[in-house]
């Protein structure tokens, strides 16, 4: 639940970074933004690397250590997805016209609200699906699948 709760957190903190004018603040540096976006991709598919190649889920041993809480606060600060996605939403859609202020915490609350209810869900589902892939092929193919997966959005991401 560690790793959750970073994400969660990581999330809300990319969240306030683009509802607080934070991103055109940092882009406004000559090459920060674009050496933040290599970077972030760097991060990314270096953890679409390691799901790719980790053990199946029959070899892992039981002492193993669940991921922290640190983990899921950098995956999620440094996903360019997540800054794209909070930032399309904040620049492509107005919820109330007559105030700038109360449109952006409006936009805040219901995307704070979905941070937690997705990422809520992916943990269901992830746990759920444990023990499916306690069969060493089906971990492999699926390890290898949303490694793949992940590393593509994120090419994905850079280029759109």
């Given at each position: 639940?560690?790793?959750?709760?970073?994400?969660?957190?990581?999330?809300?903190?990319?969240?306030?970074?683009?509802?607080t004018?934070?991103?055109?603040?940092?882009l406004?540096?000559?090459?920060?933004?674009?050496?933040?976006?290599?970077?972030?991709?760097?991060?990314?598919?270096?953890?679409?690397?390691?799901?790719?190649?980790?053990?199946?889920?029959?070899?892992?041993?039981?002492?193993?250590?669940?991921?922290?809480?640190?983990?899921?606060?950098?995956?999620?600060?440094?996903?360019?997805?997540?800054?794209?996605?909070?930032?399309?939403?904040?620049?492509?859609?107005?919820?109330?016209?007559?105030?700038?202020?109360w449109?952006?915490?409006?936009?805040?609350?219901?995307?704070?609200?979905?941070?937690?209810?997705?990422?809520?869900?992916?943990?269901?589902?992830?746990?759920?699906?444990?023990?499916?892939?306690?069969?060493?092929?089906?971990?492999?193919?699926?390890?290898?699948?949303?490694?793949?997966i992940?590393?593509?959005?994120?090419?994905f991401?850079?280029?759109?």
């Open positions: 639940m560690d790793f959750a709760t970073g994400a969660i957190t990581g999330t809300v903190a990319v969240l306030l970074a683009v509802a004018g934070v991103v055109p603040l940092l406004s540096i000559p090459g920060l933004g674009t050496g933040l976006t290599l970077t972030s991709a760097v991060y990314i598919i270096y953890l679409a690397l390691k799901i790719a190649t980790a053990p199946p889920l029959a070899k892992q041993t039981t002492g193993a250590s669940a991921p922290s809480f640190a983990a899921g606060l950098l995956l999620a600060i440094a996903n360019p997805k997540a800054w794209f996605a909070i930032a399309a939403v904040f620049a492509g859609s107005t919820l109330v016209e007559s105030s700038r202020e449109d952006a915490l409006l936009k805040a609350v219901v995307l704070a609200a979905m941070i937690v209810v997705i990422h809520l869900g992916w943990l269901l589902g992830g746990a759920s699906l444990a023990g499916f892939l306690c069969d060493p092929l089906r971990s492999r193919v699926a390890n290898v699948l949303f490694g793949l992940l590393a593509g959005t994120t090419v991401a850079l280029f759109r």
